[in-house]
């Protein structure tokens, strides 16, 4: 007998997990900032003129203080007394260090978050100094010193935005796409150029892996699909052997809906018409059973 069978079609869309960029939290920022450029800054307002603004305000007091700043402060938001012992004394470049250390700690944020965050708070401790000129060109300095990290991150947010290789880089599968949208990107990322090939071979690398990881699971779930299809098939089969399925279907409808459970007794005529009622009812697990042969 000819064999025929209708059976299931996928369609499936697979995003691997890529968490989306996170947003910079202005007050863990500045808790970090603040645990290299404000110490001791409840009795001395100057600090972070001193420590991270301009050598003008004069010489700040010891990192010791650094304690008292520390105290029920979370270490996942701050810079421990261990790190400042690395931290240049020079304002501006502890600045740019601060930049770097806080920018990797705190998710989400930039060099532009720095600025945005904390070049006021230092302008107005250099004002409680009696401190203005030189500050601005100190900054200006500062803001020109942009990190790895920051660089692999406002690159990395370029290309895995909806309009260039996507949150699991399929619009970059091709090298040429990938090179183009990455071409893009540097230009935009100012202050980057030592990093670019560095940056470039970890893009790639993520986006090699992110293709895989994407293929593997389509690959599994089409599998398990397949898996669950034989499944039903064999069981559908095993149903029809010696009607099995439509035998089970006559005595269960007679169990259930007919008022004299098909007795057949020789003397009722409604007992055979209620067997013959459910033979008729269960007719189509012959009709679906001969598909299968």
Do not use: H
């Amino acid at each position: 007998m000819k064999s025929s069978l209708m059976f299931f079609v996928l369609v499936m869309s697979v995003c691997p997990a890529i968490a989306g960029a996170a947003t910079c939290s202005v007050a863990n920022l500045t808790r970090c900032l603040d645990s290299v450029c404000a110490i001791n800054v409840t009795s001395n307002p100057a600090a972070r003129c001193q420590y991270c603004g301009t050598s003008s305000a004069g010489t700040p007091p010891t990192q010791n203080a650094m304690r008292s700043l520390s105290l029920g402060a979370s270490a996942r938001y701050t810079i421990g007394a261990d790190e400042l012992e690395d931290a240049p004394t020079d304002p501006g470049q502890r600045y740019a260090w601060a930049t770097r250390q806080c920018i990797a700690k705190i998710d989400g944020c930039t060099p532009d978050d720095v600025s945005d965050t904390y070049d006021e708070l230092i302008e107005q401790s250099c004002r409680a100094a009696g401190v203005s000129a030189q500050l601005a060109a100190t900054l200006s300095e500062r803001a020109q010193e942009t990190s790895l990290s920051a660089c692999q991150s406002n690159i990395t947010l370029c290309m895995v935005s909806e309009t260039r290789c996507g949150a699991d880089y399929r619009a970059c599968e091709n090298d040429t796409e990938f090179n183009e949208f990455f071409s893009q990107c540097s230009v935009q990322a100012t202050g980057c150029d030592d990093y670019l090939s560095d940056i470039r071979t970890e893009l790639a690398s993520a986006r090699d892996l992110a293709i895989e990881a994407a293929d593997t699971m389509l690959a599994s779930i089409v599998a398990n699909y397949q898996q669950a299809r034989d499944q039903k098939l064999m069981d559908a089969k095993n149903a029809c052997t010696d009607n099995a399925a439509y035998n089970a279907c006559i005595e269960n409808v007679c169990e259930t809906k007919m008022p004299n459970k098909c007795a057949g007794t020789s003397d009722s005529r409604n007992d055979d018409n209620e067997r013959a009622s459910a033979v008729a009812l269960c007719e189509f697990y012959n009709t679906a059973c001969a598909t299968l042969d």
